[in-house]
Nanobody, 122 residues
Framework: DLVESGGGLVQAGGSLRLSCVAS????????MGWFRQAPGKEREGISS????????VYADSVKGRFTISRDTAKNTMYLQMDDLKPEDTAVYYC?????????????????WGQGTQVTVSS
């Protein structure tokens, strides 16, 4: 299971930190990713972190504002979101993918959380 938390309502320019706790899978062996989906839009890959070397990848839309990290001892992944903008409003999902290589394609991921709502007001 993957369980997200940390979403909420924040003003533009503010910050939030999302958490994703994994259970029932060997966390250290999985690539972890964050996705988001706004109403009427496709699910978008925004960041992922490798399982072997913790290399990270970011979508251009969040680069420089969001930071992904993982704590293997706690089976937890984080997404620090700074300088939030109204266009960041979406449901945010964490996902896990077997293997070592990151991917922004949601079809490559095996497990998903239930999502957490992030709303940024202008």
């Amino acid at each position: 299971d993957l369980v997200e938390s940390g979403g909420g309502l924040v003003q533009a320019g503010g910050s939030l930190r999302l958490s994703c706790v994994a259970s029932g899978l060997p966390f250290k062996d999985y690539v972890m990713g964050w996705f988001r989906q706004a109403p009427g839009k496709e699910r978008e890959g925004i960041s992922s972190i490798n399982s072997d070397d913790d290399a990270t990848v970011y979508a251009d839309s969040v680069k420089g504002r969001f930071t992904i990290s993982r704590d293997t001892a706690k089976n937890t992944m984080y997404l620090q979101m700074d300088d939030l903008k109204p266009e960041d409003t979406a449901v945010y999902y964490c996902a896990a993918k077997r293997g070592i290589s990151a991917s922004d394609n949601p079809n490559n991921y095996d497990y998903w959380g239930q999502g957490t709502q992030v709303t940024v007001s202008s």
